[in-house]
């Protein structure tokens, strides 16, 4: 599969954005998927994760951002979203979507698919 992304930004610390991810390829409803992120100098993160539609588990989030980013998922439309609300400077990375069709995992390392990343950048 290929991971498109998109949506990215400039905004102001307590604004929205709401990042996309394209799929193509391959059917999104055999993967499951998330959201990361990497700051200069800083490793690549988990930032939100979905697992498969037909699991009965569902989403999940690092607790910095809990309560202010939804990830989502659209099988139909194969893509993957990440509203991202009250955004703060520390937020501020290249945003990257992953997916795979085995595992599901906090670990970027269990990732084989990878988008090519997009910036977001907060400023307060």
């Known amino acids: 599969v290929q991971l498109q992304a998109s949506g990215g930004g400039s905004v102001q610390a307590g604004r929205s954005l709401n990042l996309t991810c394209v799929a193509s390829g391959d059917a999104l409803s055999r993967y499951a998927a998330a959201w990361f992120r990497q700051a200069p100098g800083k490793e690549r993160e988990f930032v939100a994760g979905?697992?498969?539609?037909?699991?009965?588990?569902?989403?999940d989030y690092a607790n910095s951002v809990k309560g202010r980013f939804t990830i989502s998922r659209d099988d139909a439309k194969s893509a993957i979203y990440l509203q991202m609300n009250n955004l703060k400077p520390e937020d501020s990375a290249v945003y990257y979507c992953a997916a795979d069709a085995q595992y599901y995992s906090t670990d970027r390392n269990r990732y084989r698919n990878w988008g090519q990343g997009t910036q977001v950048t907060v400023s307060s």
């Open positions: 979905i697992w498969w539609s037909s699991s009965p588990s569902s989403d």
